[in-house]
């Protein structure tokens, strides 16, 4: 610092007030450090500098897959969001790993994040990380939950049984009532999805019908999944000529992928004259309105659930004092995507 300052041309403290916070420099002096900086090719260390500080204006971010453009999307916005506020983002992929998640909890614990956005895993496992994390920092859960653990911690998510409704009376109207294929129980949407759709289905006095999965291994390659449980099912002629509803558009591109193995759909993407066959996904996942044929589906507010997860994280943040309520859920409501498919 003593060495920049006298290569600047400013004093030390100035130099060191500059660092912290460079509105409270006149203008004039901010500027000749800016052009010093430059001059001198200075690139500070981002750890060292925020070494003695209360804060790093660091937020920590854990998914379960970055190679999800639901996730990439949540990142994207998630990051804009942070960079509003002049905070970094720091992410970690669990790789769908119980034992990564934990170790990425420690990770943002010895970087000294403010806060933490998690996307946690589902099913049972080791939880003493995070349980420790959020003892130490803010953090608030995103797009999924720990059912039955961490009931205290905030919510920011879509609400699934306002979605799964609106996807089901759609497809009830315009055809056969839907038959659902869910998705393996890795997170909480899972439970919640299926729920919501022998929910409404009751409401509406008609039988739910769930797709066997056969046996099929679960596994976060979703697309690979449901192609799997329902190449066999199409084999044995089951499930042919109906309206099938996948939890997530990426089960949906697996089922397509299925339909067209089996003839179900014709070269154009729509369903056989002989068929009565139809998909519909969830989501509104990025690729789904380019399948062949175009996905419908749901949406889910990416925008409005990444940036409300960092508004709540930064009011904990920079209101040590507040109370963390569990009792905070924001739900986001999802909108209908008609296309080719259904």
């Not at 999924?144 to 409704?165: A, C, K, L, W």
């Not at 591109?253 to 759909?265: E, N, P, Q, Y």
Request: glycine share 6%; with cysteine.
């Amino acid at each position: 610092m003593e060495e920049l300052s006298n290569a600047i041309g400013v004093s030390r403290p100035t130099l060191s007030r500059y660092f912290h916070e460079p509105d409270s420099v006149r203008a004039s002096t901010r500027q000749r450090i800016e052009d010093g900086l430059t001059r001198v090719d200075y690139v500070p260390n981002y750890f060292a500098t925020n070494l003695n500080r209360k804060s790093t204006r660091m937020i920590g971010v854990i998914v379960p897959h970055l190679n999800d453009l639901f996730f990439t999307s949540l990142i994207a916005e998630i990051e804009t969001c942070a960079a509003h506020n002049r905070y970094t983002v720091i992410i970690q992929n669990s790789h769908a790993s119980l034992e990564l998640e934990a170790r990425a909890a420690r990770n943002l614990m010895s970087m000294s994040a403010d806060g933490v956005i998690i996307a946690p895993l589902g099913g049972a496992g080791e939880r003493a990380e995070i349980a420790r994390l959020r003892q130490k920092i803010p953090v608030v859960f995103v797009d999924s939950r720990i059912p039955g653990e961490f009931e205290d911690v905030e919510f920011i998510g879509t609400n699934n049984h306002q979605s799964i409704s609106l996807i089901v009376d759609y497809l009830c109207r315009k055809g056969s009532p839907p038959v659902f294929l869910g998705m393996p129980p890795l997170n909480s949407n899972h439970v919640e999805r299926e729920n919501a759709y022998r929910a409404r289905m009751a409401e509406l006095d008609l039988e739910p019908r769930v797709i066997p999965t056969l046996d099929t291994p679960p596994s976060w390659d979703f697309e690979a999944y449901a192609f799997t449980v329902m190449d066999q099912h199409f084999s044995r002629g089951t499930f042919t000529h109906d309206t099938v509803l996948c939890t997530s558009d990426r089960h949906a591109i697996g089922v397509l992928r299925a339909a067209h193995r089996h003839h179900l759909l014709d070269a154009a993407g729509t369903r056989a004259r002989d068929r009565r066959f139809r998909v519909a996904g969830h989501d509104d996942y990025p690729l789904g309105a380019y399948l062949n044929p175009g996905l419908t589906t749901v949406t889910q507010n990416v925008a409005g659930i990444g940036r409300a997860a960092v508004e709540r994280l930064l009011h904990h943040i920079q209101n040590p004092g507040s109370r963390v309520d569990g009792s905070f859920t924001r739900l986001f409501d999802a909108e209908l995507k008609i296309r080719e498919s259904a």
